[in-house]
């Protein structure tokens, strides 16, 4: 809420402060904190919804993962999230592909979302509100032990050469451009290599004196001006390629047991990863390339293993379920 006029934020908080004694606040704290139990709300949508959620969130602290039922949607509780609860504790997952298994309709700048997410989960203890939609949740993500196995950290006064640093970025299909304008890329100059990680909103700049790491500092593309300076910085790769033998999982994986998944309609999912899976499995069986691909249940989830994953943690669902039937109501 730090964008917030102070009496709007005062406001804001105090409405949320409301909420806390409110019968259906102790319904969402109950699923909380009782892991594997699942919730049916009827009536709460909009801001109302996503205010009851901040504050079950804020009184918790575990993951909470909401699938809305597209991206329209997803930006609009988003945003109501980063309002409620500020834009450090919020983050966006969305898909990296516009169809499966053509890496050239890979959309970078939703790739560096989606390893933000990734890299957080992986790196801190500390609880994170994620929206996504069912085509975002349907594309599996490397494991947290893969993510931390793969990505190199650069620390100021590192004694380390910069031929290793390229080496290394080649290795993590990072393609070597004149200018860096997005993420993947990176450019060598003299002692100074520009880098756009997966990690991070904007490039860094990494000066060499010799084979010593004299400074970091992140840049503004369009001026190359510093933005800020760094300590240290992550190198990630592209998460959503590569690592061919690497073990992949849901995101629901990543925040059971104690996270808590929000479901604006269940049954919309299960249909949406069920429509997703068999164009996966179409694209698959024409493919006519010599790179050898992973089949679709080892790159995303199948509507089966996402009903598997259910029993797996807390849920809530928002609308009436013709196939899966909660532990609770709340009307």
Same mark, same amino acid.
């Given at each position: 809420?730090?964008?917030?006029?102070?009496?709007?934020?005062?406001?804001?908080?105090?409405?949320?402060?409301?909420?806390?004694?409110?019968?259906?606040?102790?319904?969402?704290?109950?699923?909380?904190?009782?892991?594997?139990?699942?919730?049916?709300?009827?009536?709460?949508?909009?801001?109302?919804?996503?205010?009851?959620?901040?504050?079950?969130?804020?009184?918790? =602290?575990?993951?909470?993962?909401?699938?809305?039922?597209?991206? #329209?949607?997803?930006?609009?509780?988003?945003?109501?999230?980063?309002?409620?609860?500020?834009?450090?504790?919020?983050?966006?997952?969305?898909?990296?592909?516009?169809?499966?298994?053509?890496?050239?309709?890979?959309?970078?700048?939703?790739?560096?979302?989606?390893?933000?997410?990734?890299?957080?989960?992986?790196?801190?203890?500390?609880?994170?509100?994620?929206?996504?939609?069912? %085509?975002?949740?349907?594309?599996? +993500? +490397?494991?947290?032990?893969?993510?931390?196995?793969?990505?190199?950290?650069?620390?100021?006064?590192?004694?380390?050469?910069?031929?290793?640093?390229?080496? +290394?970025? *080649?290795?993590?299909?990072?393609?070597?451009?004149?200018?860096?304008?997005?993420?993947?890329?990176?450019?060598?100059?003299?002692?100074?290599?520009?880098?756009?990680?997966?990690?991070? =909103?904007?490039?860094?700049?990494?000066?060499?004196?010799?084979?010593?790491?004299?400074?970091?500092?992140?840049?503004?593309? !369009?001026?190359?001006?510093?933005?800020?300076?760094?300590?240290?910085?992550?190198?990630?790769?592209?998460?959503?390629?590569? *690592?061919?033998?690497?073990?992949?999982?849901?995101?629901?994986?990543?925040?059971?047991? #104690?996270?808590?998944?929000?479901?604006?309609?269940?049954?919309?999912?299960?249909?949406?990863?069920?429509?997703?899976?068999?164009?996966?499995?179409?694209?698959?069986? !024409?493919?006519?390339?010599?790179? %050898?691909?992973?089949?679709?249940?080892?790159?995303?989830?199948?509507?089966?293993?996402?009903?598997?994953?259910?029993?797996?943690?807390?849920?809530?669902?928002?609308?009436?379920?013709?196939?899966?039937?909660? =532990?609770?109501?709340?009307?």
């Amino acid at each position: 809420m730090e964008n917030l006029s102070l009496p709007k934020k005062i406001a804001i908080e105090n409405i949320v402060e409301a909420l806390h004694q409110t019968p259906t606040q102790k319904s969402l704290s109950d699923v909380f904190l009782n892991p594997g139990m699942s919730l049916q709300i009827k009536g709460m949508v909009g801001s109302g919804l996503t205010t009851h959620l901040a504050k079950a969130f804020q009184t918790h =602290q575990k993951h909470l993962l909401m699938v809305c039922a597209d991206r #329209e949607k997803a930006a609009y509780h988003l945003n109501d999230f980063e309002q409620l609860l500020g834009s450090e504790k919020v983050y966006f997952f969305p898909s990296s592909y516009r169809k499966p298994y053509q890496t050239e309709t890979t959309d970078n700048a939703n790739v560096l979302l989606r390893s933000d997410v990734l890299n957080k989960l992986s790196h801190s203890q500390t609880a994170r509100v994620i929206v996504t939609y069912p %085509q975002a949740l349907f594309e599996k +993500v +490397v494991s947290q032990a893969t993510l931390k196995k793969n990505t190199l950290t650069i620390k100021k006064g590192n004694q380390l050469s910069l031929d290793f640093v390229n080496e +290394v970025l *080649f290795d993590y299909r990072f393609e070597r451009v004149d200018f860096v304008s997005q993420p993947g890329e990176f450019s060598v100059r003299g002692g100074i290599i520009d880098v756009f990680s997966f990690a991070n =909103q904007h490039p860094y700049r990494i000066e060499f004196f010799d084979d010593e790491v004299e400074s970091l500092r992140s840049f503004d593309i !369009a001026t190359q001006l510093s933005i800020a300076t760094h300590e240290s910085v992550k190198l990630l790769p592209n998460t959503s390629e590569g *690592f061919r033998k690497a073990t992949r999982k849901s995101i629901v994986e990543l925040i059971a047991p #104690e996270g808590l998944l929000v479901l604006q309609d269940l049954d919309g999912v299960k249909e949406r990863l069920a429509h997703y899976f068999g164009e996966a499995e179409t694209h698959f069986a !024409a493919l006519q390339t010599e790179t %050898q691909h992973l089949p679709p249940e080892k790159l995303f989830l199948p509507e089966t293993l996402f009903q598997a994953h259910l029993a797996e943690l807390s849920w809530i669902n928002l609308s009436p379920s013709s196939a899966v039937k909660p =532990q609770k109501k709340w009307w």
